[in-house]
C-alpha cells in the first residue's frame, strides 16, 4: 500500500529557531501533498494544500511566513517551522494523494512530528 | 458544503462485545467517505472508505460501515471489540471521486475494558 514517512517524529527546539519537517511517499508520487496540525484531544486542522512545482495554498489565518512550505519532488514536500515560539509546539501531520491510484482523493498519512518549543 | 458530524466524543465497551462508532454527514455532492484511525502519538491510518461502489464496506481489522443515503449517515462497527481497537476514530468527508479537501469529524476515542 500507498506509504508516506515523515521525520522528525519528534523535535524540541529552542524559541527563535526554525525546524524543518519532511514528509516524503515512498512508493508513489504526490502532486498534492496536505500538512495538518493536531491539537491535545482535538481533529485535524488543515493548514495548507501542497501542489509540485507551485506555492502552496493556506487556510485562513495561517501565517504563510511562519510556516514555509516547499514541495520540491513529486515525492518529498517540506515544512518550516520559522522563529518557532512555544505556542507552535503541536503535533504536526503530513498527508498525500496517489493521483495513481483509482480512487484519487485517499489521502495517506504520515506518522506526525511532535514539537516542543522550549 | 460539506461537513461531518460524530455523534459520540466517547465510546466504551468491554472486549468481545460489538463497536458501534456513529458518523453523520452533509454533503452537497456525491460524497466520498472514509474512516480512520489513529493511535496515540502516531499518524491516521485508513480503515475504510466508500466512493459511490457497495453501500456496505468492509475494511481492515474485521470493521465495516454502511453508506446510508436516507439517513446521511456512515456508521462504524466491528462484532466484537479487541484490546488493540482502542485509539481515536475520524470520520472524513470529501467531494465525489476527485474533491480535493478532507473534512473530519471532531473523532471518537474508543476505550475497550478487558
Known amino acids: 500500500g500507498a506509504v508516506v514517512s515523515q521525520h522528525p517524529s519528534w523535535v524540541i527546539c529552542k524559541s527563535g529557531t526554525s525546524v524543518k519537517i519532511e514528509c516524503r511517499s515512498l512508493?508513489?508520487?504526490?502532486?498534492?501533498m496536505f500538512w495538518y496540525r493536531q491539537f491535545p484531544k482535538q481533529s485535524l486542522m488543515l493548514m495548507a494544500t501542497?501542489?509540485?512545482?507551485?506555492?502552496?495554498?493556506?487556510e485562513q489565518g495561517v501565517e504563510k511566513d511562519k510556516f514555509l512550505i516547499n514541495h520540491a519532488s513529486l515525492t518529498l514536500s517540506t515544512l518550516t517551522v520559522t522563529s518557532a515560539h512555544p505556542e507552535d509546539s503541536s503535533f504536526y501531520i503530513c498527508?498525500?494523494?496517489?493521483?495513481?491510484?483509482?480512487?484519487?482523493?485517499?489521502?495517506?498519512f504520515g506518522a506526525g512530528t511532535r514539537l516542543s518549543v522550549l | 458544503a460539506q461537513s461531518v458530524t460524530q455523534l459520540d466524543s466517547h465510546v466504551s465497551v468491554s472486549e468481545g462485545t460489538p463497536v458501534l462508532l456513529r458518523c453523520n454527514y452533509s454533503?452537497?455532492?456525491?460524497?466520498?467517505l472514509f474512516w480512520y484511525v489513529q493511535h496515540p502519538n502516531k499518524g491516521l491510518q485508513l480503515l475504510l472508505k466508500?466512493?459511490?461502489?457497495?453501500?456496505l464496506v468492509k475494511g481492515i481489522n474485521g470493521f465495516e460501515a454502511e453508506f446510508k443515503k436516507s439517513e446521511t449517515s456512515f456508521h462504524l462497527t466491528k462484532p466484537s471489540a479487541h484490546m488493540s481497537d482502542a485509539a481515536e476514530y475520524f470520520c472524513?468527508?470529501?467531494?465525489?471521486?476527485?474533491?480535493?479537501?478532507?473534512?473530519f469529524g471532531t473523532g471518537t476515542s474508543l476505550t475497550v475494558i478487558p
Open positions: 498527508s498525500a494523494r496517489d493521483l495513481g491510484a483509482l480512487a484519487k482523493n485517499i489521502q495517506y
Open positions: 512508493d508513489f508520487q504526490a502532486t498534492t
Open positions: 501542497s501542489n509540485e512545482g507551485s506555492k502552496a495554498t493556506y
Open positions: 454533503s452537497s455532492y456525491s460524497p466520498s
Open positions: 466508500y466512493t459511490s461502489a457497495a453501500t
Open positions: 472524513v468527508v470529501s467531494e465525489g471521486n476527485t474533491g480535493n479537501q478532507f473534512y
